[in-house]
């Protein structure tokens, strides 16, 4: 997919590896400088797009810490440039904290919330300020299925991202005003290096089938297939789209697939 990004300042959370590298790959492809975050030092993914020729700097913060944050959006401006897209990618899953609400302990509750929703708030309101000033300016939110649909066993997870969707939805009522779109992206079940430890290995065959009878067009997604999204939703193109969530999931949560 091919849209004009040329000189536009994007900030990518969450960009060192999976679906974060792959949308700070795709903007930078299509013209964009890209300022990639993590919470770990790491600059593989600003070195791919510096080697075909593209703008990359990398930006360590944790975006479930307010001050962190806004010393973040804080440096990319004065270095970078105003943000013009901002792609709040990072999040946190359950993990081995899965299980039932009544056993769900506070600490992998509040692990989630913090980065998942508390972090997309406090990048979208550091990062819109400046927007709203320069009247300018695309949020892209990176959501999940889980936010549309509920799953058993990770409480905080569908939480966070049902809260995170309809905050979309919110900040784009607040900010429409001012020229300023505010999307979301909801994936599905997407190959990256943890979904093939967690679901897509020769040892959990039988559960990888499972899902997939859940999902009509029979095959997990692409990290760039969430990256084109995002292209989308950031370019021109998307110019009268806002508040909308776009779901890409292969059909998962069209209805219920299986045969009865």
Known sequence: ??????????????????????????????????????????????????????????????????????AMIAAVESEMGPIDIMVNNAGVNVGKDRGPVHEFSDAAWHRIISVDLDGVFYCSRA?????????????????????????????????????????????????GQYGIRVNGVAPGSILTEGTRDLFYNADNKASAEGLMEHIPLGKPGETDDIA??????????????????LVVDGGWTAGYSRDW
Not at 39 to 63: H, M, V
Not at 231 to 244: E, M, N, P, Q, R
Request: hydrophobic fraction near 45%.
């Open 127 to 175: 990062a819109s300020t400046s927007m709203i000033k320069r009247r300018k300016g695309t949020i892209i939110n990176i959501g999940s299925v889980f936010g549309v649909i509920p799953a058993r066993l990770q409480c905080a997870f569908t939480a966070a991202k049902a809260g995170m969707l309809n905050f979309t939805r919110s900040h784009a009522l607040e900010i």
């Open 228 to 245: 084109a999204a995002v292209l989308y939703l950031a370019s021109d193109d998307a110019k009268y789209v806002t508040g909308h969530v």
């Open 1 to 70: 997919m091919k849209v004009d990004l040329k000189n536009r300042i994007a900030l990518v959370t969450g960009g060192a590896s999976g679906i974060g590298r792959s949308i700070a790959l795709a903007l930078a492809e299509n013209g964009a400088l890209v300022a990639v975050n993590d919470l770990n030092s790491d600059e593989e993914t600003c070195s791919i797009i510096r080697k075909s020729g593209g703008t990359a700097k990398f930006y360590r913060a944790d975006i479930s810490k307010v001050e962190s944050v806004e």
